[in-house]
């Protein structure tokens, strides 16, 4: 009986190969450009943008029996998604100082966002909005 292996530890390797093939799944999103194109040619340009292994996307994507993967290629697609992320929200940074600071698509484009300004802003804006009178 010592060679089998918890409940736990097949949980806990569940959770980490699902997670790496959400941001697996990231990655690939990212870099597809849409028809044309190949899964496995997006693998290997974000293989080479951000270091993610393009053979264990594709497994990741491909085999969803997959129960377990070793920790060093966790930790590479960890990585790359943690590079990727920081690279969109820079995208969305630059994006968002180019429109003037008190615009409606800048104050919509942050409650989307989830930034609290905007939902304070929101709150603000329906207290103090003026309310018509219809008179017939």
Do not use: C
């Not at 590479?76 to 100082?97: F, M, N, V």
């Amino acid at each position: 009986m010592g060679n089998k292996r918890s409940v736990e530890d097949d949980k806990m390797s569940d959770v980490y190969v699902n997670e790496a093939r959400v941001m697996g799944d990231f990655l690939l999103r990212r870099e597809y450009r849409g028809m044309g194109d190949t899964i496995e040619a997006a693998a290997h340009r974000a293989q080479q943008k951000w270091g993610a292994p393009a053979t264990i996307l594709l497994r990741l994507r491909n085999r969803h029996d997959m129960k377990d993967m070793m920790l060093s290629s966790f930790a590479s697609i960890a990585e790359a998604y943690q590079k990727a992320s920081a690279k969109a929200d820079q995208l969305y940074e630059t994006e968002r100082a180019r429109h003037a600071p008190n615009s409606k698509a800048l104050w919509l484009a942050d409650l989307v966002a989830g930034h609290t300004d905007a939902t304070d802003l929101a709150g603000a804006a329906e207290t103090e909005a003026p309310k018509k009178r219809i008179v017939k």
